[in-house]
């Protein structure tokens, strides 16, 4: 049976391009859309199997409705040039795909699709309609279907008549009246204002039509009739607006669209101009001859393994600069196999890879490479540079002069990219294919090193990737202003966080064994009490056995159900706790286990036996907002809030007698940066003054003086100013303070009353991030927010309040890295023997002697400060002891 695709141009091609990171090809083409484009089209191809196919495009900015409304689209940002440019591209596509495409002067893409399912509709024909604009739902019958991509475009819902009804409870040309009612920002058709979609829902079951409220206006309540009244033609009007055309003139017969397949020459043509090249690859185009210039695209490669017997080839080509890959195997890169390093030349239009295995670079013929990797002024490219930094250092072979990182660059340009592996990159980026390292080496226990020519093949493949994606993400930090925050903080820091981790923690083991022992005692006494008050002994670990003590035996509310049973996570436990003196007695036991199994024996475990020290690993491109993130062991998850938590910082020491640990922590950094971005005054004065921020907010909050405020209101100040930095909803705050939502409410309109600065910047970071499709820090750190214009509330809320606090959160994380790095060349500069240690969210540790500990009590704190300059003064407290717990 027949079937017709046909797709909203414009639509989709916005989708894409908000949907995937900014790529371009090396003649500076921006890409990104075109490509997300085209994976569309091949699962589109591949799954529906259309015999007909059309892709209908807006022409122009005026329509027939500019006529009607001249301020239709009115609100709606300018179109990026990066996406206008990619739109001949795509139709020149659509031309190598064979997919028909049509555009009129004075019409929308809506109007020509709308206009082809009614012809579609007589003719009993089967439509598949693929757009990102709810508006099309109108145009669902028993022949149209219409699917609204979902998750940028690699999701799509499907929509018929009684698909509709479900979700909405209307028939398909109700959303016509439904947009009548609310209106439309994103094309600035007004409605009624003060309508929302609940309210039009209700009023359409109710009524029907637009029509029909308006008429039985009278037996609305309050405002809502007065506005329903003020406002009728506007509703009318509105619902004129949304209406789709469908009287184009425009030839309707369905031969016109036929679909046979796409002509592989041209589409492979295309894809390489492109430089799509894991699309070629992934593609039979059969074997059409290629041109010169396309068979060097394809990249062949002489992949050398190095030796004794010709390592003195590899000598005599090193050069002053050149791309190396480093290849450890392990997850942990303190204690990682070194396989070897890979040199990658590609002189003379000629691509070699050298692969110099561990024991040959070890060896004392290799000598002059590692005098290479150590000299500074030789300029290295690689993938991972601080991964690379620990592995050979290890191996006691310093690496210095590396001037990229494909890794870090690669994180900038995309930070919610979950796949940032050399693999992932190079298919990403359109480059010869480089397998994914488990094809090659296997997992768990199939993991193998491959035979010696298959494995210098497979990292050759990796180095020449990493080497051709270098010129083209240096062009992409510059278009998106990130290069400064990339050479001056994130590539040097990487250096910084080496040295740090390199260097350790010294750790009391003895202490620590201890405390696991006082631990062990008061687990028993815990759990002794637990039995007694339960009346019978149970494997507390157990959550099958728990659910039946509490909700069976006990008779507790069971709040949350699972497939298996009861719920007892951490929030129903927390709701049950005034009910039962039992259920505080089992999340105090929860505390403790999780302290000793995670933080005394998961620490032992840890402790290196040549340092005693533990040797953390700071992951630079896991967090989204920049923060970083530690593992092996994670030293910024240790709970404080508890005093056994607290506890576990007694057994971090210095590792010089006589020397002392030193902590400097910033004071509220966020508030201060928010403070600064939104230029409120109340809160810059707060700030200015050196005033307590909390006491402050709940004088203005409450209208009070500072003498009048007691801890109860000092402590709901305290819970809004860090919700509004995470962006927090009425009911996340009641959850916190324990009140009403309504109350919660309540409390955050008086705030944004009192502080309209933020208020103010809340509303523009989101209005700026629709517009842009992202957020930036004060350092340029962008963060990528497809989904702020989500049709699905909380997935678009989600992304606004990212949005709000991205900015915030982010330059935070900037401004403590910032401080790092300036740290770092402060201790060096100066000759200090002082040592930094660790990074723990906003604090800063070191190790210091004694006779310099006047000395970095000023000069840390002094750093810290002038990390960033903002119109709030940046503060750090500092403080110092026997122990990271004395530094309190």
Same mark, same amino acid.
């Given at each position: 049976?027949?079937?017709?695709?046909?797709?909203?141009?414009?639509?989709?091609?916005?989708?894409?391009?908000?949907?995937?990171?900014?790529?371009?090809?090396?003649?500076?083409?921006?890409?990104?859309?075109? $490509?997300?484009?085209?994976?569309?089209l091949?699962?589109?191809?591949?799954?529906?199997?259309?015999?007909?196919?059309?892709?209908?495009?807006?022409?122009?900015?005026?329509t027939?409705?500019?006529?009607?409304?001249?301020?239709?689209?009115?609100?709606?940002?300018?179109?990026?040039?990066?996406?206008?440019?990619?739109f001949?591209?795509?139709?020149?596509?659509?031309?190598?795909?064979?997919?028909?495409?049509?555009?009129?002067?004075?019409?929308?893409?809506?109007?020509?699709?709308?206009t082809?399912?009614?012809?579609?509709?007589?003719?009993?024909?089967?439509?598949?309609?693929?757009?990102g604009?709810?508006?099309?739902?109108?145009?669902?019958?028993?022949n149209?279907?219409?699917?609204?991509?979902?998750?940028?475009?690699?999701?799509?819902?499907?929509?018929?008549?009684?698909?509709?009804?479900?979700?909405y409870?209307?028939?398909?040309?109700?959303?016509?009246?439904?947009?009548?009612?609310?209106?439309?920002?994103?094309?600035?058709?007004?409605?009624?204002?003060?309508?929302?979609?609940?309210?039009?829902?209700?009023?359409?079951?109710?009524?029907?039509?637009?029509?029909?409220?308006?008429?039985?206006?009278?037996?609305l309540?309050?405002?809502?009739? #007065?506005?329903? !009244?003020?406002?009728?033609?506007?509703?009318?009007?509105?619902?004129? /607006?949304?209406?789709?055309?469908?009287?184009?003139?425009?030839?309707?017969?369905?031969?016109?669209?036929?679909?046979?397949?796409?002509?592989?020459?041209?589409?492979?043509?295309?894809?390489?101009?492109?430089?799509?090249?894991?699309?070629?690859?992934?593609?039979?185009?059969?074997?059409?001859?290629?041109?010169?210039?396309?068979?060097?695209?394809?990249?062949?490669?002489?992949?050398?393994?190095?030796?004794?017997?010709?390592?003195?080839?590899?000598?005599?080509?090193?050069?002053?600069?050149?791309?190396?890959?480093?290849?450890?195997?392990?997850?942990?890169?303190h204690?990682?196999?070194?396989?070897?390093?890979?040199?990658?030349?590609?002189?003379?239009?000629?691509?070699?890879? $050298?692969?110099?295995?561990?024991?040959?670079?070890?060896?004392?013929?290799?000598?002059?490479?590692?005098?290479?990797?150590?000299?500074?002024?030789?300029?290295k490219?690689?993938?991972?540079?601080?991964?690379? /930094?620990?592995?050979?250092a290890?191996?006691?072979?310093?690496?210095?002069?590396?001037?990229?990182?494909?890794?870090?660059?690669?994180?900038?340009?995309?930070?919610?990219?979950?796949?940032?592996?050399?693999?992932?990159?190079?298919?990403?980026?359109?480059?010869?294919?480089?397998?994914?390292?488990?094809?090659?080496?296997?997992?768990?226990?199939?993991?193998?090193?491959p035979?010696?020519?298959?494995?210098?093949?497979?990292?050759?493949?990796?180095?020449?990737?990493?080497?051709?994606?270098?010129?083209?993400?240096?062009? !992409?930090?510059?278009k998106?202003?990130?290069?400064?925050?990339?050479?001056? +903080?994130?590539?040097?820091?990487?250096?910084?966080?080496?040295?740090?981790?390199l260097?350790?923690?010294?750790?009391?083991?003895?202490?620590?064994?201890?405390?696991g022992?006082?631990?062990?005692?008061?687990?028993?006494?815990?759990?002794?009490?637990?039995?007694?008050?339960?009346?019978?002994?149970?494997?507390?670990?157990?959550?099958?056995?728990?659910?039946?003590?509490?909700?069976?035996?006990?008779?507790?509310?069971?709040?949350?159900?699972?497939?298996?049973?009861?719920?007892?996570?951490a929030?129903?436990?927390?709701?049950?706790?005034?009910?039962?003196?039992?259920?505080?007695?089992?999340?105090?036991?929860r505390?403790?286990?999780?302290?000793?199994?995670?933080?005394?024996?998961?620490? +032992?475990? #840890?402790?290196?036996?040549?340092?005693?020290k533990?040797?953390?690993?700071?992951?630079?491109?896991?967090?989204?907002?920049?923060?970083?993130?530690?593992?092996?062991?994670?030293?910024?998850?240790?709970?404080?809030?508890?005093?056994?938590?607290?506890?576990?910082?007694?057994?971090?020491?210095?590792?010089?007698?006589?020397? $002392?640990?030193?902590?400097a922590?910033?004071?509220?950094? !966020?508030?201060?940066?928010?403070?600064?971005?939104?230029?409120?005054?109340?809160?810059?004065?707060?700030?200015?003054?050196?005033?307590?921020?909390?006491?402050?907010?709940?004088?203005?909050?409450?209208?009070?003086?500072?003498?009048?405020?007691?801890?109860?209101?000092?402590?709901?100040?305290?819970?809004?100013?860090?919700?509004?930095?995470?962006?927090?909803?009425?009911?996340?705050?009641?959850?916190?303070?324990?009140?009403?939502?309504?109350?919660?409410?309540?409390?955050?309109?008086?705030?944004?009353?009192?502080?309209?600065?933020?208020?103010? $910047?809340?509303?523009?970071?989101?209005?700026?991030?629709?517009?842009?499709?992202?957020?930036?820090?004060?350092?340029?750190?962008r963060?990528?927010?497809?989904?702020?214009?989500?049709?699905?509330?909380?997935?678009?809320?989600?992304?606004?309040?990212?949005?709000?606090?991205?900015?915030?959160?982010?330059?935070?994380?900037?401004?403590?890295?910032?401080?790092?790095?300036?740290?770092?060349?402060?201790?060096?500069?100066?000759?200090?023997?002082?040592?930094?240690?660790?990074?723990?969210?906003?604090?800063?540790?070191?190790?210091?002697?004694?006779?310099?500990?006047?000395?970095?009590?000023?000069?840390v704190?002094?750093?810290?400060?002038?990390? /960033?300059?903002?119109?709030?003064?940046?503060?750090?407290?500092?403080?110092y002891?026997?122990?990271?717990?004395?530094?309190?």
């Amino acid at each position: 049976m027949d079937k017709l695709i046909i797709i909203d141009g414009n639509s989709i091609a916005n989708r894409a391009f908000y949907a995937l990171p900014l790529l371009s090809n090396s003649s500076g083409l921006h890409t990104n859309a075109v $490509y997300g484009f085209t994976t569309m089209l091949l699962k589109l191809i591949e799954e529906e199997k259309p015999t007909h196919f059309l892709v209908a495009f807006d022409a122009g900015k005026i329509t027939f409705r500019h006529k009607e409304y001249g301020d239709y689209k009115g609100g709606r940002a300018k179109t990026p040039p990066e996406l206008s440019e990619q739109f001949p591209l795509i139709k020149e596509l659509l031309k190598a795909f064979n997919i028909q495409q049509f555009e009129l002067s004075g019409y929308e893409a809506d109007d020509i699709i709308g206009t082809l399912t009614k012809a579609a509709d007589a003719k009993g024909e089967r439509v598949l309609l693929v757009s990102g604009d709810k508006d099309m739902l109108q145009l669902a019958s028993d022949n149209v279907t219409v699917a609204i991509t979902r998750k940028g475009i690699s999701e799509v819902e499907l929509y018929d008549p009684p698909a509709i009804m479900e979700k909405y409870g209307l028939t398909p040309q109700q959303i016509i009246d439904l947009k009548g009612l609310m209106g439309d920002t994103s094309d600035n058709i007004p409605g009624i204002p003060g309508v929302g979609e609940k309210t039009a829902l209700k009023m359409l079951h109710e009524f029907g039509t637009v029509e029909a409220v308006l008429a039985n206006a009278d037996s609305l309540k309050g405002k809502m009739k #007065e506005k329903v !009244e003020e406002h009728a033609k506007s509703a009318l009007m509105s619902k004129d /607006l949304a209406t789709i055309f469908r009287e184009v003139p425009m030839e309707t017969e369905w031969s016109t669209f036929r679909y046979d397949g796409f002509d592989g020459t041209a589409l492979s043509s295309m894809f390489r101009k492109l430089e799509f090249k894991s699309l070629l690859e992934k593609m039979d185009f059969g074997s059409a001859p290629l041109t010169e210039e396309e068979q060097a695209a394809i990249e062949s490669l002489e992949a050398v393994t190095v030796n004794a017997g010709n390592v003195q080839q590899l000598i005599d080509r090193l050069d002053n600069h050149a791309a190396i890959h480093v290849e450890a195997i392990g997850d942990n890169p303190h204690h990682a196999e070194m396989v070897g390093v890979v040199w990658f030349m590609d002189e003379d239009g000629t691509n070699t890879s $050298y692969y110099v295995p561990m024991a040959v670079l070890a060896s004392d013929a290799g000598q002059p490479l590692r005098a290479w990797l150590s000299d500074a002024s030789k300029k290295k490219q690689l993938f991972d540079v601080h991964r690379a /930094l620990l592995a050979l250092a290890w191996q006691d072979i310093p690496l210095a002069g590396v001037d990229f990182d494909v890794l870090l660059a690669a994180y900038l340009l995309d930070p919610t990219d979950s796949n940032l592996t050399l693999s992932g990159l190079s298919a990403k980026y359109g480059l010869p294919g480089v397998k994914a390292d488990e094809e090659v080496f296997g997992k768990g226990a199939k993991f193998r090193l491959p035979e010696e020519a298959a494995l210098s093949e497979h990292l050759g493949r990796k180095a020449m990737a990493m080497a051709r994606m270098v010129p083209v993400l240096r062009v !992409e930090l510059e278009k998106s202003e990130m290069h400064r925050l990339f050479y001056e +903080l994130e590539l040097p820091l990487a250096s910084v966080l080496a040295e740090m981790e390199l260097r350790g923690i010294s750790v009391d083991a003895e202490g620590l064994k201890a405390l696991g022992v006082e631990l062990a005692v008061q687990l028993d006494t815990i759990m002794a009490s637990i039995y007694k008050l339960a009346g019978v002994e149970f494997n507390i670990n157990s959550p099958k056995q728990l659910g039946d003590i509490l909700f069976e035996k006990l008779g507790l509310p069971a709040y949350k159900k699972t497939k298996t049973g009861y719920s007892t996570d951490a929030e129903v436990l927390e709701r049950l706790a005034p009910y039962n003196e039992v259920v505080g007695q089992i999340l105090n036991y929860r505390q403790l286990a999780k302290l000793q199994s995670t933080y005394v024996e998961g620490l +032992l475990k #840890e402790v290196r036996s040549e340092t005693g020290k533990v040797h953390t690993y700071y992951r630079q491109t896991i967090a989204a907002t920049g923060r970083l993130s530690s593992q092996f062991p994670n030293l910024q998850n240790i709970p404080i809030r508890l005093e056994e938590g607290r506890k576990i910082r007694k057994v971090f020491v210095p590792s010089e007698p006589g020397w $002392y640990i030193l902590a400097a922590d910033y004071s509220q950094i !966020e508030l201060r940066v928010l403070a600064h971005i939104s230029q409120d005054e109340k809160l810059k004065e707060a700030f200015l003054q050196n005033m307590d921020i909390h006491t402050k907010t709940a004088m203005d909050v409450f209208g009070v003086e500072a003498s009048a405020v007691d801890s109860n209101m000092r402590r709901q100040a305290k819970a809004v100013n860090f919700g509004i930095v995470y962006g927090i909803s009425d009911y996340g705050l009641s959850q916190n303070l324990d009140i009403t939502r309504r109350e919660a409410a309540q409390f955050i309109e008086q705030y944004f009353a009192v502080f309209q600065g933020v208020r103010k $910047y809340m509303d523009d970071i989101v209005k700026d991030a629709r517009a842009n499709g992202y957020v930036t820090t004060l350092l340029q750190r962008r963060r990528y927010l497809p989904e702020i214009t989500a049709s699905n509330f909380n997935i678009r809320s989600f992304a606004e309040r990212t949005a709000m606090n991205t900015p915030i959160q982010g330059t935070a994380a900037d401004i403590i890295k910032l401080a790092m790095v300036q740290m770092a060349e402060r201790l060096k500069q100066e000759g200090l023997r002082s040592r930094m240690l660790l990074q723990v969210h906003d604090e800063l540790v070191f190790e210091v002697p004694e006779e310099e500990l006047e000395t970095m009590k000023r000069l840390v704190p002094e750093v810290m400060a002038a990390a /960033l300059e903002l119109d709030v003064p940046l503060r750090a407290d500092v403080d110092y002891g026997q122990t990271w717990y004395d530094a309190k």
